[in-house]
């Protein structure tokens, strides 16, 4: 019986499976390399990397949901030269294949990491460019701005032969056209999306549970509207389209695929399950024989389009 080919192409980036993690949720990448088989993932995507170290912000930061997590973090880091002297190493040493996010508070700071990361190719697949972080003063202005998100793009591609992955924001835009000004600016690949703007109060103290307030929700809750704003992008633009959201088992990740997304990013659930994109790789393979496909390339966007038939009630 012949072995599904589980890889998948994100522009000129080919990967060996669609799995990859989020940024935020898997460290710096590092961290569990004796632990899991890291480098058997499509790629892992570094925590936000910023030009200088950040603190983040203060605690507390993180808080549970009814279905999922709510977080402000703020992009703590130890900055973009920490990374790419103190980490990248270890991963190239175990064959691990990196994506690079950034963030920059301006447009220079954008330009400039850039131009810093050009000096590491080939260690590096792709600059993820964060432009819809809800956790910071200003991290929403680039994707909601899509003249300055058009603009931005087209200069990081004037400055950069990485491959750009632009990560929307799916707050107070309309993602199709925020999709279509990435594409505009130049980017190979968009990653819809980052997570949904939201709260949480502590009743009995009659105070926020955040210390900022207010905070990004990620998890099982915003898997449909992700899946929604996914399905709606593929269709908009002519560029690949990366999924992450809600993603807390196979179904829930193979929708993506379904959809159209050429690769998936596993977050928020990696914090209780650490093992999940390795039995979602060990099933695959099976899933596709049982549907007939002799590929991943083959299953994407492969999502049956007739109705349901409408059920007669019973009399």
Not at 148 to 164: D, K, Q, S
Not at 238 to 264: C, E, K, N
């Amino acid at each position: 019986m012949n072995t599904p080919d589980l890889s998948t192409t994100i522009g000129q980036v080919t990967l060996p499976n669609p799995l990859l993690t989020a940024s935020g949720t898997f460290g710096y990448g590092h961290e569990l390399l004796e632990s899991f088989p890291v480098q058997r993932l499509g790629a892992v995507v570094s925590k936000g990397l910023t030009l200088r170290p950040r603190e983040g912000n203060p605690r507390p930061r993180i808080a549970e949901t009814r279905c999922g997590l709510l977080n402000s973090i703020g992009l703590e880091n130890m900055g973009l030269e920490a990374y790419l002297h103190r980490v990248l190493p270890l991963l190239r040493e175990r064959g691990v294949r990196v994506v690079l996010n950034v963030e920059g508070r301006s447009e220079e700071e954008f330009y400039a990491l850039a131009e810093k990361v050009e000096a590491h190719q080939p260690e590096i697949l792709a600059l993820e460019v964060n432009v819809s972080c809800p956790n910071v003063e200003g991290g929403l202005w680039f994707g909601q701005d899509l003249g300055l998100l058009e603009r931005l793009v087209r200069g990081m591609r004037a400055r950069t032969r990485f491959p750009l992955w632009i990560k929307l924001t799916p707050s107070g835009v309309d993602v199709r056209e925020e999709a279509r000004a990435a594409e505009q600016g130049g980017a190979d690949a968009v990653v819809v999306a980052n997570t949904y703007p939201g709260m949480a109060v502590d009743v009995a103290r009659r105070r926020f549970l955040l210390h900022r307030g207010m905070g990004g929700v990620s998890g099982p809750a915003i898997h449909p509207l992700t899946l929604y704003w996914v399905h709606e992008v593929v269709g908009a633009v002519g560029i690949p389209v990366i999924a992450v959201g809600g993603i807390h088992d196979f179904d829930s990740a193979v929708a993506y695929l379904l959809v159209g997304a050429r690769a998936v990013q596993i977050g928020s659930a990696l914090f209780v399950d650490p093992e999940l994109p390795y039995r979602i790789l060990a099933r695959l393979p099976d899933y596709l024989r049982d549907q007939g496909f002799s590929s991943v390339s083959s299953l994407i966007g492969s999502l049956r389009l007739d109705r349901p038939a409408t059920q007669r009630p019973q009399t």
